[in-house]
């Protein structure tokens, strides 16, 4: 970086615009890289967004159960040993293949699939597996086996035998953070949760009773991007002078602005952006940071016994959220670069290389209860047990408690108004 005006670096047409997309109607192919791996994604959204209408398509397969070897019973996803644990002998079985390193997904070959309707199918998801539908909320569940739940996740609503049919085809998942916060410790956070909302009408805290509490895995993109940024700008210095003369004598502040240039670089990893509707999403964005970093190379075990979101918003409609936090941290970036007391950036020439991403399926224990005809979850972080949650508001407990309230004070009042009358003469 340097204090005076420096000439902008000569331009780079790769890295301005991004790499050729393949067209609708081509062969599924993935764009030829240059140099540079310069890409710009907000430039592919734009063209993507014209492309974007695609068929699902779904195929009836049979459900896929994992028998165990001592009995024939069904095995689920234990979240105390991480194995897969028999329902009806108890009988534990290790999980096959899963330490190997996640794999992570080029971009744009990934954004030109999904323009094109042309999925990847994986042999290890979403081939044999069943959805719900919920008839009531449109929430869309994938599970492994036999349905356990008996109530929509999402809005507590009885779960009917039409609502469950083939899994359509969709990107395959790379990786998945397993569960560590078993139900027993999950009910017990929800407890402690409800019993510290005063507030909260008697009929919420049965939720045992009139909700539905489940472990789902959310379904979430993360992006990674290595970013090299020339910018253009000013730096501000703050100074103070005396002005005025006699009684108008006085301090004043005032700022000396410079310009400068330089180039910053920005590493991102992991950035998560949650891929599933029917949450409240400022609540969920509460429960990071996720330890992405210990997740695991998907295999459909880890899903045994628990239900799974398919995505609701594809790899290329989440990129928009994923770029804007990034571009944020890289303006931020700049700023410090810049220095001085106050900073104005001018330009930002953003040249976006390696950019990779991973489907991944990250732990939630969900509580959806049905109040007043309207249904509030509670979230809770499947491996850290952060909580966070809606919780609707009894009036007549807080009636009750104003009406105490003022009893309390017409109570001081008299008393101070009594003791005032025992002084006098």
Not at 102 to 112: C, F, N, Q
Not at 252 to 281: C, M, Q, R
Request: charged fraction near 25%; include cysteine.
């Amino acid at each position: 970086m340097s204090d005076a005006p420096q000439p902008p670096p000569p331009p780079d047409p790769n890295a301005s615009a991004p790499p050729p997309l393949p067209d609708p109607g081509a062969q599924a192919a993935p764009p030829a890289d240059d140099a540079s791996g310069a890409f710009d994604p907000a430039e592919a959204l734009r063209k993507g967004s014209e492309q974007h209408s695609m068929a699902l398509k779904h195929e009836t397969q049979a459900s896929r159960t994992y028998p165990c070897e001592a009995c024939g019973g069904e095995l689920h996803f234990d979240i105390p040993t991480q194995m897969l644990k028999c329902q009806h002998c108890g009988n534990t079985h290790e999980l096959v293949d899963v330490d190997g390193d996640v794999k992570e997904r080029d971009l744009r070959e990934a954004l030109a699939l999904v323009r094109q309707g042309k999925m990847q199918r994986s042999a290890n998801f979403l081939t044999d597996e069943k959805e719900i539908v919920c008839q009531n909320c449109g929430g869309h569940t994938t599970f492994t086996g036999s349905l356990t739940a008996n109530k929509c996740p999402y809005c507590a609503t009885p779960i009917q035998r039409d609502d469950v049919h083939a899994a359509p085809e969709r990107l395959p998942v790379d990786a998945v953070l397993p569960f560590s916060v078993d139900q027993k410790s999950a009910e017990d956070l929800i407890d402690k949760w409800i019993n510290g909302r005063w507030f909260a009408p008697s009929e919420f805290k049965t939720y045992n009773r009139t909700g539905s509490f489940q472990s789902v895995y959310m379904a979430y993109f993360t992006y990674d991007a290595d970013t090299q940024t020339h910018y253009s700008g000013q730096r501000g210095i703050t100074r103070t002078r005396t002005v005025g003369h006699g009684d108008n004598r006085r301090t004043e502040t005032y700022t000396t602005w410079h310009h400068v240039s330089g180039v910053v670089g920005n590493v991102f990893d992991d950035i998560p952006i949650l891929a599933n509707t029917g949450f409240e999403k400022k609540r969920i964005d509460k429960l990071e940071p996720w330890p992405t970093e210990t997740a695991k190379p998907y295999s459909a075990e880890f899903a045994a016994g628990h239900l799974a979101r398919t995505y609701d918003h594809d790899v290329e409609e989440c990129l928009g959220e994923a770029t804007s936090i990034m571009e944020n941290d890289i303006r931020a970036t700049v700023r410090r670069d810049i220095g001085g007391d106050q900073q104005r950036i001018s330009s930002m020439n953003i040249n976006w290389r390696e950019m990779t991403y991973k489907h991944m399926l990250l732990p939630l224990w969900l509580l959806t209860v049905i109040y007043d005809g309207r249904p509030f979850q509670v979230y809770i972080n499947g491996v850290t047990g952060e909580v966070h949650g809606a919780r609707p508001y009894s009036k007549v407990k807080i009636i009750t408690a104003i009406a105490l309230a003022l009893l309390v004070v017409i109570l001081i009042a008299v008393a101070v108004s009594a003791a005032g009358g025992g002084d006098s003469p």
